[in-house]
């Protein structure tokens, strides 16, 4: 077979501003494809995934509607990305405090910490689950939902029934409704909470611990310490 006659090509170089400086396509698209996924978080939260259309999204965003398409292909991915994002963050940071070797009491601090810090970079993505959960659960593509919530309730319960097993909490606590309590008034914060407001993520957690924690531990261990 004889040999091209096309002169071979080196990979393209990056682009250069008119300083001087290289940029690189690819980083200026994942930047560009971050902040149409954190404009439509915050339509999505806003508005509810339903009600907000794609040409709003590219409204609010400055660009065609057309030219989101370069990016995503369907408005299901976008929100799919918004979720996984806070999910995957949420996951891991909820399995690394599990697998420390800490007491019951101490884990469940933690936890309670690590829900509350998200409050402030996941506030879009929290209410869009709260908002749309029972309707994107429907769809197979989302089927993660229920995996994640199973996942972050096996961890949280776990820690429970060891504070029960261990004397640190009471024992006439359902442990199931101990988390869906501890859960729900967490995340009902992301109603009001605000990371430039008075106090920051890490004082309002403290006060819930106060609040909550002398509520779960056990009598008699209350009586000894005093």
């Not at 006659?5 to 930047?31: C, F, L, V």
């Not at 089927?143 to 029960?164: C, F, H, P």
């Amino acid at each position: 077979m004889a040999a091209s006659t096309e002169p071979s090509r080196s990979p393209a170089a990056p682009r250069r501003r008119k300083n001087g400086r290289a940029t690189d396509p690819a980083s200026q698209g994942s930047t560009r494809r971050r902040a149409l996924v954190d404009i439509a978080a915050e339509l999505f939260a806003e508005r509810g995934f339903r009600s907000t259309t794609v040409r709003e999204i590219g409204d609010a965003a400055g660009v065609l509607s057309g030219s989101l398409y370069h990016h995503f292909d369907s408005k299901e991915t976008i929100i799919d990305e918004i979720l996984t994002s806070y999910l995957d963050s949420l996951m891991a940071t909820y399995r690394d405090i599990a697998g420390r070797d800490l007491d019951p009491k101490t884990t469940l601090r933690e936890l309670i910490l690590a829900a509350f810090v998200s409050l402030g970079p996941h506030r879009a993505a929290i209410t869009v689950i709260q908002n749309e959960r029972n309707y994107l659960s429907q769809f197979p593509r989302f089927s993660y939902l229920t995996k994640a919530e199973t996942d972050v309730r096996q961890i949280w319960v776990k820690v429970i029934e060891d504070g029960i097993a261990q004397g640190d909490f009471r024992d006439d606590l359902d442990p199931i409704i101990a988390y869906r309590f501890l859960r729900d008034s967490v995340w009902v914060a992301v109603r009001w909470f605000t990371p430039s407001g008075k106090l920051s993520a890490e004082q309002l957690a403290d006060q819930y611990l106060r609040l909550v924690l002398e509520g779960l531990e056990s009598p008699t261990k209350t009586r000894r310490q005093r």
